[in-house]
């Protein structure tokens, strides 16, 4: 290991131990750190400062200035206070809503924030409990607040926790709100963070904003009669340990089903997620114990919400009665899906009305919009972009869905994250009106593919760790920009989009501007057999991803295996075209 960073990171972690603001239990873990022969835990945690991102923080906790904790919540939250008064100079009444998950440290990172806000003369609305993010961003907009901060780190690892930073509006702070909260928090040293809460200007909510909470959800049916006809749908849900245990089962009683089972060992509130490897509805082995209770129960459908209660997991029955996952970009399709034809049938559906997906998402949906002459947006990935489209239309066309390949969907406009209660309930209002027509939710998603084409996603996460993966990753980038592909799989590369640069370039090299508000480092290759290749670094881990799509022809619901299987072998090739093997 190089010696001027160990050197380098012994000196900051000394200022630590200088400094009379850090705890004595700070101090001795720091000191341990130092003086463990094995540098890479010091280095790990002192090499930089936990970035304040576009989004806020997430990281591991522990002492450093790489880690979670409450001296680096409490420096965040004393930039983000700054900025939002520097925003609305001589403004009286000010406040902010905070909330947190069932995390390690998440009451108590929730308290410091609110208790740093207070001292800085804003009112805080601070949620008696954990509650789920889009009740964060709900509560927002209910309020009048100017801001938020919801204390999580959605579905990573148990050792994670982070801290979502929104605007008045709800929706995760965008241009220029990011980059200036960025600018505030950089400025802040440790010595200026009022860590000394005012009291009288921190009000506990709860169970009134639960209330208006689940009445918005109900804005999302969109046909009770086929509720009312299969209340007994027989459904079994998963907590994940986390914010959704009390909220969702309310939630879809309120809509009208009767018949709720939950998975008892995850309803339990744990931040070591005893029961799963990982708290991520993305990995099937989390679905085990809702798959077990549903085969005991038979039940129609299993669901489940991550810890934080925005992104859902659903599994239903193939026709061999065995349970599969239904991955995000089916979740997305099959709720696109419905809200069109829907709509439509019940003359819901308006001209003005519009769907929002992310630019890595299938592009199935867009053949859905196309095929029905609904107006599709195509955004960044991130829900703060969903949001904003629906901001810039507000007034003028409605938002009746939204979502991204990464098992979250918004599907009406009084939240502005991700929302899983809503999208909970009408996955069954969905299950419902499939079993109303002699389906399943599987028959449904066959139905789609035969309508619109088969599609099969695959993405690929290449980890890599510390300040060389950071590097690694970056050169990978730079290598895919520079050197575009002009071929992927077999098939010929007719469009290079780069959000970096904001260019795209057809077949021949010919190049033309990309339409987006802002750039973003990601790269897209769309192939002419109809394929899709989407390359980005993470935003929140040490990761590149690659997203995958395959596009192929079905027939008959019977092909669906041999299809998938094909597009396996094909994934592997792409894969050897862009090096990863």
């Given at each position: 290991?190089?010696?001027e960073?160990i050197?380098?990171?012994?000196?900051?972690a000394?200022k630590w131990?200088?400094s009379?603001?850090?705890?004595?239990?700070?101090?001795?873990?720091?000191?341990?750190l130092?003086?463990?022969e094995?540098?890479?835990?010091?280095?790990?945690?002192?090499?930089r400062?936990?970035?304040?991102?576009?989004?806020g923080?997430r990281?591991?906790m522990g002492v450093?200035t790489?880690r979670?904790n409450?001296?680096?919540?409490?420096?965040?939250?004393q930039?983000?206070?700054?900025?939002?008064?520097k925003?609305?100079?001589?403004q009286?009444?000010?406040?902010?809503?905070v909330?947190h998950?069932?995390r390690?440290?998440?009451?108590?990172?929730?308290?410091?924030?609110?208790?740093?806000f207070s001292?800085?003369?804003?009112?805080?609305y601070?949620?008696?409990?954990l509650?789920?993010t889009p009740?964060?961003s709900f509560?927002i907009?209910?309020?009048?607040a100017?801001?938020?901060v919801n204390?999580?780190a959605?579905h990573?690892?148990?050792?994670?926790?982070?801290?979502?930073?929104?605007?008045e509006?709800?929706a995760?702070v965008?241009?220029?709100?990011?980059?200036?909260?960025i600018d505030e928090v950089?400025?802040v040293a440790?010595e200026?963070?009022?860590?000394?809460g005012?009291?009288?200007?921190?009000?506990?909510i709860?169970?009134e904003?639960?209330?208006?909470?689940?009445?918005?959800?109900?804005?999302?049916?969109?046909?009770?009669?086929?509720?009312?006809r299969q209340?007994?749908?027989?459904i079994v849900y998963?907590?994940m340990?986390?914010?959704?245990?009390?909220?969702?089962?309310l939630c879809l009683?309120?809509?009208?089903?009767?018949?709720?089972?939950?998975?008892?060992?995850q309803?339990?509130?744990?931040?070591?997620?005893?029961?799963?490897v990982s708290p991520?509805?993305?990995n099937a082995e989390?679905?085990?114990?809702g798959?077990?209770?549903?085969?005991?129960?038979?039940?129609?459908?299993?669901i489940?919400s991550d810890p934080d209660?925005?992104r859902?997991a659903i599994v239903?029955?193939?026709p061999?009665?065995?349970?599969i996952?239904?991955?995000?970009?089916q979740?997305?399709?099959m709720?696109?899906y419905?809200?069109i034809k829907?709509?439509?049938?019940?003359g819901?559906l308006?001209?003005t009305?519009f769907l929002?997906?992310t630019?890595?998402?299938?592009e199935?949906i867009?053949?859905?919009?196309?095929?029905?002459?609904?107006e599709l947006?195509?955004?960044y990935?991130?829900?703060?972009?969903i949001a904003?489209?629906i901001?810039?239309?507000?007034?003028?066309?409605?938002?009746i869905?939204?979502?991204?390949?990464?098992f979250?969907?918004?599907?009406?406009?009084k939240?502005r994250?991700k929302?899983?209660?809503?999208s909970?309930?009408l996955?069954?209002?969905i299950?419902a009106?499939?079993?109303?027509n002699?389906?399943?939710?599987?028959?449904?998603l066959?139905?789609?593919y035969l309508e619109y084409g088969f599609?099969?996603?695959?993405?690929?996460?290449v980890?890599?760790?510390?300040k060389?993966?950071?590097?690694?990753?970056?050169?990978m980038?730079e290598?895919y920009?520079?050197?575009?592909?002009?071929?992927i799989?077999?098939?010929k590369?007719v469009?290079?989009k780069?959000?970096?640069?904001l260019?795209?370039?057809?077949?021949?090299?010919?190049?033309?501007?990309?339409?987006?508000?802002a750039?973003?480092?990601?790269?897209?290759?769309?192939?002419e057999?109809g394929?899709k290749?989407?390359?980005?670094?993470?935003?929140?881990?040490?990761?590149i991803k690659?997203?995958?799509e395959?596009?192929?022809?079905?027939?008959d619901p019977n092909q669906?295996?041999?299809?998938v299987?094909?597009?396996?072998?094909?994934?592997?090739d792409?894969?050897?075209?862009l090096?990863?093997?």
């Open positions: 290991m190089d010696n960073l050197k380098a990171c012994e000196a900051e000394q131990l200088d009379p603001v850090y705890d004595m239990e700070t101090k001795k873990a720091v000191q341990s130092i003086e463990n094995d540098k890479t835990e010091l280095v790990d945690a002192f090499y400062s936990l970035e304040f991102g576009t989004g923080l990281g591991i450093g790489n979670m409450k001296y680096i919540v409490g420096m965040a939250t930039g983000f206070a700054n900025y939002i008064l925003a609305f100079p001589n009286k009444g000010l406040s902010v809503v909330g998950d069932c390690n440290n998440g009451r108590l990172f929730a308290e410091t924030v609110a208790n740093i001292a800085n003369g804003i009112k805080v601070l949620f008696e409990s509650r789920p009740e964060i509560a907009r209910r309020l009048g100017k801001a938020g204390v999580t959605s990573n690892p148990k050792e994670y926790n982070g801290y979502k930073a929104y605007w509006d709800g995760q965008l241009t220029p709100h990011d980059t200036g909260i950089n400025k440790i200026d963070v009022k860590f000394e005012n009291p009288d200007l921190i009000e506990i709860g169970g904003i639960d209330y208006d909470y689940m009445e918005a959800v109900k804005e999302a049916m969109i046909d009770q009669d086929v509720i009312l209340k007994d749908l027989n998963s907590a340990h986390g914010t959704g245990r009390v909220i969702v089962p009683r309120s809509w009208g089903f009767q018949n709720i089972h939950v998975v008892p060992e309803m339990v509130i744990d931040g070591n997620f005893p029961t799963v991520n509805p993305e989390a679905m085990t114990l798959m077990k209770l549903g085969t005991k129960l038979n039940a129609d459908l299993v489940a209660a925005d859902l239903c029955r193939d061999k009665g065995e349970w996952i239904i991955n995000g970009n979740t997305c399709m709720f696109c419905y809200i829907n709509k439509i049938a019940l819901q308006k001209p009305d929002v997906k630019i890595v998402t299938t199935v867009t053949k859905m919009a196309q095929k029905n002459n609904i947006r195509d955004c990935t991130g829900f703060k972009w904003r489209e901001a810039i239309s507000e007034g003028k066309q409605k938002y869905g939204g979502g991204e390949e990464s979250g969907f918004l599907p009406y406009d939240v994250d929302d899983s209660p809503a909970i309930c996955i069954c209002e299950a009106w499939a079993k109303d002699g389906m399943t939710l599987y028959d449904l066959m139905q789609i599609s099969f996603e695959h993405t690929i996460n980890v890599k760790p510390g060389s993966g950071a590097d690694e990753i970056k050169a980038m290598n920009r520079s050197n575009r592909p002009k071929e799989g077999g098939s590369v469009l290079s780069d959000f970096k640069t260019k795209q370039y057809d077949a021949a090299g010919n190049e033309s501007p990309l339409d987006m508000p750039t973003s480092n990601v790269l897209q290759y769309f192939c057999d394929g290749v989407s390359v980005r670094p993470s935003g929140t881990e040490p990761k690659f997203y995958i395959i596009k192929d022809i079905m027939t669906y295996e041999a299809l299987e094909k597009a396996k072998m094909h994934v592997a792409v894969k050897k075209s090096g990863l093997e």
